[in-house]
């Protein structure tokens, strides 16, 4: 979750620098860290400083993990001053590579809107939804933003309804339509003198607002713990107290499956997978003045690296590689 808490209200060139700092102490969790601090520092107008700490993270692009996303919070960034010709160059290359997440398309086409390149932000949009949910029954929350930002867009550009724009219907839960948030003769009533517009404006604005806040209540996701075969194997010879947890291997990786069935079925929204490593782990349970063998520090360290985004959104799609580290499709391995 990017920050967005207006400067006059937090430090943010301190806060970049803190997490600077955390990103050195923490290397396995700099990505995340780093990216953070860009975005305070972002927001403290500091957008040099911004790009610099982008570059620093792909200067070495074979460790990241979203690359991609680096590249396009590094586009949009640039755009802001004045660096049209190289963001566009950037947005250009992102859409050629085509990544399978969808927060890259989401950052590049929000980019492209906001400087009213309307065409270009839908058929973005397009593209993504395209490529991320065709033939997909029920769309993965972090595609949300694709098909609702194609849709605002598409009623910017006056475009008649299609499948995509009501199935985004669907996704929102919100009393005020789709239709109406998006509205472009929206800016028009906040003008207006007649007190049941204004009302009626005041009201799609607390619709907004509300979604906005739903948004940020989802910090990151439900996390199960995922240990690999090698890293469990260490992990049951050092603290063999813990082999009760984990009989054996595949028992894991069925139980983590089962585990978040049985949580979508119950409705827990915004789940997702953390993989865990020896080390890290004994290293969070020092911090936490506890031994390794303790069972019920598992569950906390799975939170610890969700919290630090380390989490990948369960169920991936379909076709994509399956979240326990083999080379089959998810709908092959452990989503069949």
Known sequence: MRPDTPAENVDHSAEAAR???TAGLYPEDAEALLLQAAAHLELSDARPA?????????????????????????????????HEAEARAIIDGIRTTAPRDPAPWVIVAESLESHDELEAAHDTFTEAATLLLTNVTEPPYATHPVLIGRHRVRRMLGLPHDDWDARADTLHSSSISLDELH?????WSLGSDNPAELEAEIS??????????EALSRPFPVAVLHWPAGELTELLSAYPDLAT??????EHLSTIESSLR??????????????????????????????????????QYATTLAARGR??????QRTSECWCGETQPYDVCHGS
């Open 19 to 21: 997490l600077e700092r």
């Open 50 to 82: 911004a790009t610099a700490l982008y570059d620093r993270l792909l200067s070495t692009p074979d460790s990241l993990e979203n690359a991609p996303l680096v590249r396009a919070l590094k586009a949009s960034n640039l755009w802001e001053y004045d």
């Open 183 to 187: 509205d472009p003769k929206r800016v």
């Open 204 to 213: 799609r604005l607390r619709a907004e607002l509300g979604t906005y806040r």
């Open 245 to 250: 947890e984990y009989p054996s291997h595949p």
């Open 262 to 299: 049985e949580l979508s079925a119950s409705g827990t929204p915004n789940l997702g997978i953390v993989t865990g490593t020896v080390p890290s782990y004994e290293a969070f349970a020092a911090s936490e003045g506890s031994s390794p063998g303790d069972t019920t520090l598992l569950p």
């Open 311 to 316: 989490a990948v959104v369960w169920p991936p």
